[in-house]
Nanobody
Framework: QVQLVESGGGLVQAGGSLRLSCAAS????????MGWFRQAPGKEREFVSA????????YYADSVKGRFTISRDNAKNTVYLQMSSLKPEDTAVYYC????????????????WGQGTQVTVSS
């Protein structure tokens, strides 16, 4: 297991940007795939983005492709989600998660989760 703590959420106007960070504890971070998911009120948790252990390959939901960028720094045990051109429909609690199955889009395959950080985009 790895402990995950997200930060960087907040209130931003439509068209603005935010960068989320997820700090991980434990020695195994560099071997794990990491993902970002989000959950809006009244909706199911949905996949946003994932990155493999090396950072070479990334994956995105169609709804954020071209606007969000996932990256990781294994030396700092941290994964990031740079969000640009934000829309009101991006409003949600954002969660980072860890998996042994790199590049996975399915929440059930992630074994460790952070507590979430709220992102609110005003119109």
């Amino acid at each position: 297991q790895v402990q995950l703590v997200e930060s960087g959420g907040g209130l931003v106007q439509a068209g603005g940007s935010l960068r989320l960070s997820c700090a991980a504890s434990g020695r195994t971070f560099s071997s794990l795939g990491m993902g970002w998911f989000r959950q809006a009120p009244g909706k199911e948790r949905e996949f946003v983005s994932a990155i493999i252990w090396s950072g070479i390959t990334t994956y995105y939901a169609d709804s954020v492709k071209g606007r969000f960028t996932i990256s990781r720094d294994n030396a700092k045990n941290t994964v990031y989600l740079q969000m640009s051109s934000l829309k009101p429909e991006d409003t949600a609690v954002y969660y980072c998660a860890a998996t042994q199955y790199s590049g996975n889009r399915y929440a059930e395959n992630y074994h460790s989760w952070g507590q979430g950080t709220q992102v609110t985009v005003s119109s």
